[in-house]
């Protein structure tokens, strides 16, 4: 199940919404729906939603317009682990992508080793991996951006280049997330070009040049077009907007319009 992708990449980062796999199942179903009858042209697959591990299954299954995914997993190696679930075991139960390192998940206290044993392994299971960045505060002296490039180098470090082309880079500066107040497409643009930059570090400059990135923090109908043009990202990563089937299909008809 490996994603072919064509910009714009749309994720939906569902948290712990629905509360029940049956208004999860109602969700996709109307998403489908709304996503065949929009006047605009999207592609077959026009999303993706990361979802429970417990509801991927069947929403995998169910999904025709898009891809479904988790939110996090395990990088510990196979074996005598209990209470975890592993990449391989999400990939064969249909997932086609999977978030690391979400800031919600930075805060229960993953650390960037752990992060970047979860990126390895996920890529070795042939996940699509959304790998995400952002920083908590901005100083003047934009020693954030040095710092978000630091993390880039060391959460891949574990990473096999060969696996480089199924990763994909998330930038979620923490104090957008959740907030009212979206980073700017001058700011998102900003650090897009150092976490790139880092990125050539690892991999050369063709590689980072072509690496897709979104832009995740207070994304809405009304501004999603505008990190794609002018925010220098390929697709977004929407929590709050993602989470209303209404919402969401108006952001991803507002990213394919001409
Ligand atoms: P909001 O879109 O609700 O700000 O959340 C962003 C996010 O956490 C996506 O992963």
């Given at each position: 199940n490996m994603i072919k992708r064509t910009a714009p990449i749309i994720v939906g980062n569902?948290?712990?919404?629905?509360?029940?796999l049956q208004e999860a199942t109602k969700f996709v179903k109307n998403l489908d729906k709304k996503c065949s009858s929009s006047k605009t042209k999207l592609p077959k697959k026009a999303y993706y939603i990361a979802t429970s591990d417990i509801f991927i299954p069947h929403l995998a299954e169910l999904s025709e317009r898009g891809y479904v995914g988790s939110q996090n997993i395990s990088?510990?190696?196979?074996?005598?682990?209990?209470?975890v679930t592993i990449p391989s075991q999400i990939a064969s139960a249909g997932a086609d992508f999977v978030i690391i390192g979400h800031s919600e998940v930075r805060k229960q206290g993953e650390t960037v080793e752990e992060r970047s044993h979860k990126v390895a392994l996920s890529l070795q299971a042939k996940l699509t991996t959304i790998a995400c960045f952002g920083e908590h505060t901005r100083d003047k002296n934009g020693n954030y951006l040095s710092e978000l490039e630091e993390d880039v180098k060391k959460t891949l470090?574990?990473?096999?280049?060969?696996?480089?082309?199924?990763l994909i880079i998330a930038y979620e500066p923490v104090w957008a997330i959740g907030s009212k107040n979206p980073a700017t497409t001058s700011e998102c643009f900003e650090v897009v070009i150092a976490l790139r930059r880092a990125l050539a570090s690892i991999a050369g400059i063709d590689y980072a040049k072509k690496v897709q990135v979104l832009y995740g923090g207070a994304v809405a109908p009304d501004n999603a077009k505008d990190f794609l043009e002018d925010g220098g990202v390929d697709g977004l990563l929407i929590g709050r907007a993602s989470q209303d089937v209404q919402s969401f299909v108006d952001i991803i008809n507002a990213c394919y319009e001409k």
């Open positions: 569902w948290k712990t919404t629905p509360e029940t990088g510990i190696r196979p074996g005598q682990v209990t209470g470090s574990l990473v096999d280049r060969s696996l480089f082309n199924n």
